[in-house]
């Protein structure tokens, strides 16, 4: 059965926190994966990377890490110094993957995360721009062992990646094995004519799969067509990662960055995420058992 997963801000109002709670949290729910942002592994030790990793191991949890980029490493910039510090930024934390023998880097690491904000009739300069980088970083990428997942988000977070076909074109300019496509429910249901013809497009090249609802809270809660989704995953065949990432609390930095002005479930405390957790991983198996084994 395909890895379930989940994403650590489910239950943290900031992007860093207690990584050692939320791998013990993750197992002792019943998940696989746990993904959490990726920017903290810098700011860790090589005795904390391996003492974090030696902990999922012996929890069977599997880390996974996941990029808004901050603009100030936007590899898409038309200013060459912030583009080539973002190139070295991204190729640094590949290490820090590698360290914590890592598979997986998804998000919006291809560009700044957010929009230009400025009258934009034509992207091609930033799109070609981060190309560029794409391909230095892909390099170290691939020398690590690392899969970049180039996540389609929707227009409010990006100007470059909207959609499953433009990822799709983002990852063929690359042409890499470590490069692939990683779409999430929450973005496409904004985006996409049709969430299942999107998933089936992508086929072999989807690399990893968010799930949320169009509001971003619990898969099922909201109204999104989840037997459209799985059927179409089970019509490509996927076997790879699930992973939930809810937003359900308001405040922090998390409230902020992804514009979360409300609780959107009753008094969200820990006691309570931890039973939506819960209830996500048995909706998504019994989702898996229905349409795909
Ligand atoms: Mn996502």
Same mark, same amino acid.
């Given at each position: 059965?395909?890895?379930?997963?989940? =994403?650590?801000?489910?239950?943290?109002?900031?992007?860093?926190?207690?990584?050692?709670?939320?791998?013990?949290?993750?197992? @002792?729910?019943? #998940?696989?994966?746990?993904? =959490?942002?990726?920017?903290?592994?810098?700011?860790?030790?090589?005795?904390?990377?391996?003492?974090?990793?030696?902990?999922?191991?012996?929890?069977?949890? @599997?880390?996974?890490?996941?990029?808004?980029?901050?603009?100030?490493?936007?590899?898409?910039?038309?200013?060459?110094?912030?583009?080539? %510090?973002?190139?070295?930024?991204?190729?640094?934390?590949?290490?820090?993957? !590698?360290?914590?023998?890592?598979?997986?880097?998804? %998000?919006?690491?291809?560009?700044?995360?957010?929009?230009? %904000?400025?009258?934009?009739?034509?992207?091609?300069? #930033?799109?070609?721009?981060?190309?560029?980088?794409?391909?230095?970083?892909?390099?170290?990428?691939?020398?690590?062992?690392?899969?970049?997942?180039?996540?389609?988000?929707?227009?409010?977070?990006?100007?470059?990646?909207?959609?499953?076909? !433009?990822?799709?074109?983002?990852?063929?300019?690359?042409?890499?094995?470590?490069?692939?496509?990683?779409?999430?429910? #929450?973005?496409?249901?904004?985006?996409?004519?049709?969430?299942?013809?999107?998933?089936?497009?992508?086929?072999?090249?989807?690399?990893? =799969?968010?799930?949320?609802?169009?509001?971003?809270?619990?898969?099922?809660?909201?109204?999104?067509?989840?037997?459209?989704? =799985?059927?179409?995953?089970?019509?490509?065949?996927?076997?790879?990662?699930?992973?939930? @990432?809810?937003?359900?609390?308001? %405040?922090?930095?998390?409230?902020?960055?992804?514009?979360?002005?409300?609780?959107?479930?009753?008094?969200?405390? !820990?006691?309570?995420?931890?039973?939506?957790?819960?209830?996500?991983?048995?909706?998504?198996?019994?989702?898996?058992?229905?349409?795909?084994?």
């Amino acid at each position: 059965m395909n890895k379930l997963g989940i =994403f650590m801000n489910f239950w943290e109002k900031n992007w860093d926190a207690d990584h050692v709670k939320y791998i013990k949290k993750a197992a @002792e729910i019943g #998940y696989d994966v746990l993904e =959490f942002q990726a920017q903290p592994l810098l700011e860790m030790t090589d005795d904390k990377l391996k003492s974090l990793k030696k902990l999922a191991d012996e929890e069977g949890i @599997e880390l996974t890490y996941s990029l808004g980029l901050d603009p100030i490493y936007d590899v898409s910039s038309l200013d060459e110094t912030v583009r080539a %510090g973002g190139v070295t930024y991204l190729q640094r934390i590949i290490g820090q993957i !590698e360290k914590m023998e890592g598979t997986l880097l998804s %998000g919006v690491s291809y560009a700044g995360w957010g929009t230009p %904000g400025c009258v934009l009739d034509d992207k091609k300069a #930033y799109w070609d721009n981060s190309i560029r980088s794409m391909r230095s970083i892909i390099k170290t990428a691939e020398d690590c062992g690392v899969t970049y997942c180039v996540e389609a988000v929707n227009r409010f977070e990006t100007c470059l990646i909207n959609t499953a076909e !433009e990822a799709l074109s983002y990852v063929a300019e690359i042409d890499s094995p470590n490069i692939g496509v990683l779409l999430d429910t #929450y973005h496409m249901n904004i985006e996409e004519n049709s969430i299942g013809d999107a998933i089936r497009l992508v086929g072999n090249k989807l690399t990893s =799969f968010h799930t949320g609802e169009n509001n971003r809270t619990a898969p099922g809660k909201g109204h999104l067509d989840w037997d459209e989704i =799985f059927n179409a995953l089970s019509d490509i065949r996927y076997q790879g990662r699930i992973i939930c @990432e809810p937003f359900v609390m308001q %405040g922090g930095e998390v409230g902020r960055d992804i514009h979360v002005f409300r609780d959107l479930i009753d008094n969200p405390c !820990e006691k309570k995420i931890d039973e939506e957790a819960c209830y996500i991983l048995e909706f998504e198996k019994s989702m898996l058992k229905k349409w795909m084994y």
